[in-house]
């Protein structure tokens, strides 16, 4: 498989402040995407971007293919952002082609 | 748009019974996923669907079988479960396999197997 390292594990602000979650991986991917678990645990695909940068309201995320990571920036954080954020890759080529590897997630709390 | 809606959304097991997870998709997606989620962990691939009529094994498999019933439906079951298959189980789509598109979860099936 691949290994997909999160960083940090654990995040807890105050509202208003920013924060950057930080997603390693151990070969080259062709896709990669972010998602948010919010409390009640339902998944939402936050971005899909196997490279470069692309923002969406307060989140921004940027991937450098060529360096293996990716950073996910959330800016002037609200309570509703709370939740566990997970990346997710998947390998370029070999037999695991088209399968997506999760991280371990960051658990971020944000505190009024 | 549902989406993608799995049913049911809780469910208590004996150990030894069986059941199916039922998954269903409105988004004409060709490749369809069942994940498993346990504490602390993120989501592992269980079996994956690359279009339909094709059903191929994820990283856990072992315990469950699939169905992949037509394009919309998806089904995943226990014949014979076990406590260690207590878990919130997530079913997803994509659009296809090898399209490197985004994929579509479900609200998950928390399922507990005492």
């Known amino acids: 498989g691949i290994q997909v390292e999160q960083s940090p594990p654990d995040l807890i602000l105050q509202e208003g402040a920013n924060s950057t979650l930080r997603c390693n991986f151990s070969?080259?991917?062709?896709?990669l995407q972010w998602f948010h678990q919010n409390p009640w645990g339902q998944l939402i695909n936050l971005f899909y971007?196997?490279?470069g940068t692309k923002q969406n309201g307060r989140l921004s995320a940027t991937t450098v293919a060529t360096e293996r990571y990716s950073l996910l920036y959330i800016s002037s954080s609200q309570t509703t952002d709370s939740g566990v954020y997970f990346c997710?890759?998947?390998?370029?080529?070999?037999?695991?082609?088209?399968?997506?590897?999760f991280g371990r997630g960051t658990q971020l709390t944000v505190w009024p | 748009n549902a989406g993608v809606t799995q049913t049911p959304k809780f469910q208590v097991l004996k150990t030894g019974q069986s059941m199916t997870l039922q998954c269903a998709q409105d988004?004409?997606?060709?490749?369809m996923y069942w994940y498993r989620q346990d504490p602390g962990m993120g989501l592992r691939l269980i079996y994956y669907?690359?279009?339909?009529?094709?059903?191929d094994k994820g990283e856990v498999p072992n315990g469950y079988n699939v169905s992949r019933l037509n394009k919309r439906e998806f089904s995943l079951r226990l014949e014979s479960a076990a406590p260690s298959q207590t878990s919130v189980y997530f079913c997803?789509?994509?659009?296809?396999?090898?399209?490197?598109?985004?994929?579509?979860f479900g609200d998950g099936t928390r399922l507990s197997i005492l």
């Open positions: 997803a789509s994509s659009e296809g396999y090898y399209s490197n598109q985004p994929q579509h």
């Open positions: 070969d080259s991917v062709n896709n």
């Open positions: 971007i196997p490279s």
């Open positions: 997710a890759v998947e390998r370029s080529r070999g037999s695991t082609l088209g399968r997506l590897y």
């Open positions: 988004m004409n997606h060709n490749s």
């Open positions: 669907s690359a279009s339909e009529g094709t059903t």
